[in-house]
């Protein structure tokens, strides 16, 4: 195999006939990139670079972010913390037409404040929403869409497994993308709610009300998630006040999970060892897959494709933004075939360099990394719920059982639209993410 960019296509082409074939996402990587590197430079070039590479990815402190951040949130779900969520955000909402719909996407935003994974979002709120959903004869597609789509504020709204590793590989603050990520996941909370609004204005008996309750239960009920709140303001409060770094409050608000969820009585033995195996295997998941891009990321470089990528984007003609505009697109067709950090795991290493050297705004180049990191975690999230593949789908579908998926994506694209305007105004406004960026240390 010649170091040409047609063998970078037979790379890609390679590591998607392993995952069409079901294999693992690391390994559907890792034995392309081992079989090219080989190919390309030699067997014992590869043997060097092999006894180095586990230990030069997994070395980088701020990783150990990911692990901690993981087990914040399983004690949250596992210490009860979801449910006493939604209840609050039923009680104030669930009188509404959709209101109970609603609740949902309210109680993903406030568990993906402590969990920072979409999909557990999805999961955990999907089965406590889901049978409350179906006992007021909500119509299923809206109630299984809604947490899909609810589930994707789990990596919007800080604190974020994907933004963190992003934040890695860019070589950015984690502090400044959590606090970019802020503004953008308030206006996917919005709009997602009206949206919701909007369809059962149209259509009242997808989304029917369910009696007002009194206003002192709602106070009890909102009483019951001050750990909630108070684990996010400690945590995040140090995090941007300079207090501690991002570890550091990771730890701190794994520990206070741990603790509100024993002050519940809801925390026993078994919860808590379920809370540290799911932990020890999404984190040996994610990193894994880490060896396996990076394996493949090589081999690539050894083609010279990044190279040849910058050079066509510096020759073309395009105005910069619509060059930007084209590799969203790509990131939008990529994630129809690909997990969420597989995807930025293979691409940013060349896509960044390119987004860097653009004019953009007159940004420089910090913001306009932080800027392109918030972008790219948007249209993320529209691969988690679009078809054919939507990841959250997938998992809400098995929760749900007998809502027929092709009825889940139908009503998804309601949710897609709120996407779309959302990813347009950040495109637009760049100051929509870095805003609260300048009050960061």
Same mark, same amino acid.
């Given at each position: 195999? &010649?170091?040409?960019?047609?063998?970078?296509?037979?790379?890609?082409?390679?590591?998607?006939?392993?995952?069409?074939?079901?294999?693992?996402?690391?390994?559907?990587?890792?034995?392309?990139?081992?079989?090219?590197? #080989?190919?390309?430079?030699?067997?014992?070039?590869?043997?060097?670079?092999? $006894?180095?590479? +586990?230990?030069?990815?997994?070395?980088?402190?701020?990783?150990?972010?990911?692990?901690?951040?993981?087990?914040?949130?399983?004690?949250?779900?596992?210490?009860?913390?979801?449910?006493?969520?939604?209840?609050?955000?039923?009680?104030?909402?669930?009188?509404?037409?959709?209101?109970?719909?609603? +609740?949902?996407?309210?109680? /993903?935003?406030?568990?993906?404040?402590? /969990?920072?994974?979409?999909?557990?979002?999805?999961?955990?709120?999907?089965?406590?929403?889901?049978?409350?959903? $179906?006992?007021?004869?909500?119509?299923?597609?809206?109630?299984?869409? =809604?947490?899909?789509?609810?589930?994707?504020?789990?990596?919007?709204?800080?604190?974020?497994?994907?933004?963190?590793?992003?934040?890695?590989?860019?070589?950015?603050?984690?502090?400044?993308?959590?606090?970019?990520?802020?503004?953008?996941?308030?206006?996917?909370?919005?709009?997602?709610?009206?949206?919701?609004?909007?369809?059962?204005?149209?259509?009242?008996?997808?989304?029917?009300? @369910?009696?007002?309750?009194?206003?002192?239960?709602?106070?009890?009920?909102?009483? %019951?998630?001050?750990?909630?709140?108070?684990?996010?303001?400690?945590?995040?409060?140090?995090?941007?006040?300079?207090?501690?770094? !991002?570890? @550091?409050?990771?730890?701190?608000?794994?520990?206070?999970?741990?603790? !509100?969820?024993?002050?519940?009585?809801?925390?026993?033995?078994?919860?808590?060892?379920? !809370?540290?195996? %799911?932990?020890?295997?999404?984190?040996?998941?994610?990193?894994?897959?880490?060896?396996?891009? &990076?394996?493949?990321?090589?081999?690539?470089?050894?083609?010279?494709?990044?190279?040849?990528?910058?050079?066509?984007?510096?020759?073309?003609?395009?105005?910069?933004?619509? #060059?930007?505009?084209?590799?969203?697109?790509?990131?939008?067709?990529?994630?129809?075939?690909? &997990? @969420?950090? %597989?995807?930025?795991?293979?691409?940013?290493?060349?896509?960044?360099?390119?987004?860097?050297?653009?004019?953009?705004?007159?940004? +420089?180049? @910090?913001?306009?990394?932080?800027?392109?990191?918030?972008?790219?975690?948007?249209?993320?999230?529209?691969?988690?719920?679009?078809?054919?593949?939507?990841?959250?789908?997938?998992?809400?579908?098995?929760? !749900?059982?007998?809502?027929?998926?092709?009825? =889940?994506?139908?009503?998804?694209?309601?949710?897609?639209?709120? &996407?779309?305007?959302?990813?347009?105004?950040?495109?637009?406004?760049?100051?929509?993410?870095?805003?609260?960026?300048?009050?960061?240390?």
């Amino acid at each position: 195999m &010649d170091a040409t960019p047609g063998s970078a296509l037979l790379l890609f082409a390679a590591m998607l006939a392993l995952m069409a074939l079901r294999m693992p996402i690391w390994v559907a990587m890792f034995v392309p990139g081992a079989v090219g590197y #080989v190919w390309l430079a030699s067997g014992e070039a590869w043997m060097a670079y092999l $006894k180095g590479l +586990a230990f030069a990815r997994f070395s980088i402190y701020d990783l150990s972010v990911i692990p901690l951040f993981i087990l914040m949130g399983q004690f949250a779900a596992q210490g009860g913390l979801s449910r006493a969520l939604y209840r609050a955000a039923a009680a104030f909402v669930g009188h509404w037409r959709g209101g109970l719909a609603q +609740a949902s996407i309210l109680a /993903c935003a406030a568990f993906g404040a402590v /969990c920072g994974s979409s999909v557990a979002t999805a999961a955990t709120i999907g089965q406590v929403a889901l049978p409350e959903m $179906k006992r007021y004869r909500y119509e299923p597609a809206l109630a299984t869409a =809604t947490v899909a789509a609810g589930g994707t504020l789990g990596i919007l709204i800080p604190p974020s497994v994907v933004l963190v590793i992003y934040a890695i590989i860019a070589e950015q603050n984690i502090a400044k993308l959590f606090a970019a990520a802020l503004v953008p996941g308030l206006i996917a909370l919005a709009g997602y709610c009206v949206a919701i609004a909007l369809f059962c204005r149209a259509r009242p008996h997808a989304g029917p009300a @369910e009696p007002r309750q009194h206003a002192a239960a709602r106070w009890r009920t909102l009483w %019951s998630v001050w750990p909630v709140v108070g684990v996010f303001a400690l945590v995040f409060g140090g995090i941007y006040g300079g207090v501690f770094t !991002a570890v @550091e409050g990771a730890a701190v608000g794994a520990l206070l999970t741990l603790i !509100a969820g024993i002050g519940r009585g809801a925390m026993r033995w078994a919860g808590l060892r379920r !809370a540290f195996l %799911s932990t020890a295997a999404t984190t040996g998941m994610i990193f894994m897959i880490f060896v396996g891009a &990076d394996m493949l990321n090589t081999a690539l470089a050894l083609t010279g494709m990044p190279a040849l990528v910058a050079a066509f984007v510096a020759d073309m003609s395009w105005p910069p933004l619509l #060059v930007v505009v084209a590799i969203l697109l790509v990131y939008i067709v990529l994630g129809a075939v690909m &997990d @969420e950090l %597989s995807m930025l795991l293979l691409t940013l290493p060349v896509l960044l360099p390119t987004v860097l050297a653009l004019d953009l705004y007159g940004l +420089a180049p @910090e913001a306009k990394a932080i800027w392109f990191g918030i972008l790219v975690l948007c249209v993320v999230n529209i691969g988690l719920i679009a078809p054919p593949v939507g990841l959250n789908v997938y998992v809400v579908h098995g929760i !749900a059982g007998d809502v027929p998926m092709t009825a =889940t994506y139908r009503r998804v694209m309601i949710f897609l639209a709120a &996407d779309a305007v959302r990813l347009l105004l950040l495109l637009a406004f760049p100051m929509l993410s870095l805003w609260l960026v300048q009050f960061v240390a």
